[in-house]
C-alpha cells in the first residue's frame, strides 16, 4: 500500500508543479522596464546628423553636433546642436546654435521614442542684425518643427520588442539620472 500511496502522491503532485512552473513562466511575460542608457541616446543621434533643412524658402540651415541631455524634473529631453546657415540673401554663410527641449513620447508605429511640445530654448547666430536675427529664428521654429517630426531621438531594437518569445509594446518612457527609463508591456 504505501508504493500505491506515493504514486498517487506523484500523480498529484506532478499537475501541481506543472501549474507552477506555468505561473512562474507566465511572470516572466508581464510587464517589463527597459534602461536606455544616455550615451546610447547619444550615439543613435550622432548617426542621424548632420541634418540639412530649407526653411522659409531662402534660408538652408544644417545641424550638427548634437549633444543630448535628461531634463528629469519634468521628463522632458534637451538637444544642443549646432547651426550653420546659408542663403543667397546672406554674404557669407553664418554660425551658431540652438537649444530645444521636449517631452518624450513613445511612436509606436514607429517603434521609437520621439520629442513632442518641442520648443526652441536657445537660438544664436553671429554676425546679424536683429530683422535678420528675426527671420532666422523663424527659420529654426520651422526647422526645429520637422526635426521633431521626423528625426526619432531613439528606436527600439528588435531584442528589446521581443523577450522569451513574447512581442512586446514600450508604453511609458520616464528619464532617470542616467537616461530612460521604458516600461514594455505583452502585445495584445
Keep these: ?27 516572466l511575460t508581464g510587464p517589463r522596464e527597459v534602461e536606455v542608457p544616455l550615451e546610447r541616446l547619444q550615439r ?21 553636433r548634437p549633444q543630448v541631455a535628461i531634463l528629469r524634473d519634468n ?18 554663410a553664418l554660425q551658431g546654435s540652438v537649444s530645444l527641449s521636449g517631452r518624450l ?17 536657445r537660438f544664436t547666430v553671429g554676425g546679424t542684425d536683429a530683422g535678420t536675427q528675426g527671420q532666422l529664428t523663424a527659420a529654426a521654429n520651422v526647422v526645429v518643427e520637422r526635426i ?25 518612457i520616464h528619464t532617470t539620472r542616467n537616461g530612460l527609463s521604458v516600461r514594455f508591456e505583452p502585445a495584445k
Design 148 to 172: 521633431v517630426r521626423d528625426v526619432p531621438v531613439y528606436h527600439f531594437r528588435p531584442d528589446e520588442l521581443r523577450y522569451l518569445g513574447v512581442q512586446y509594446v514600450p508604453t511609458t
Design 105 to 121: 513620447l513613445v511612436d509606436n508605429v514607429r517603434n521609437a521614442v520621439v520629442l513632442s511640445d518641442a520648443r526652441i530654448e
Design 1 to 27: 500500500m504505501p508504493i500505491e500511496s506515493n504514486a498517487r502522491r506523484r500523480l498529484l503532485i506532478l499537475p501541481l508543479a506543472a501549474a507552477a512552473m506555468l505561473a512562474g513562466c507566465a511572470s
Design 75 to 92: 521628463d522632458r529631453l534637451a538637444l544642443a546642436a549646432d547651426v550653420a546657415v546659408t542663403s543667397p540673401l546672406l554674404r557669407q
Design 44 to 64: 543613435g543621434l550622432n548617426e542621424r546628423f548632420p541634418l540639412q533643412q530649407r526653411a522659409l524658402g531662402v534660408f538652408e540651415l544644417q545641424l550638427s
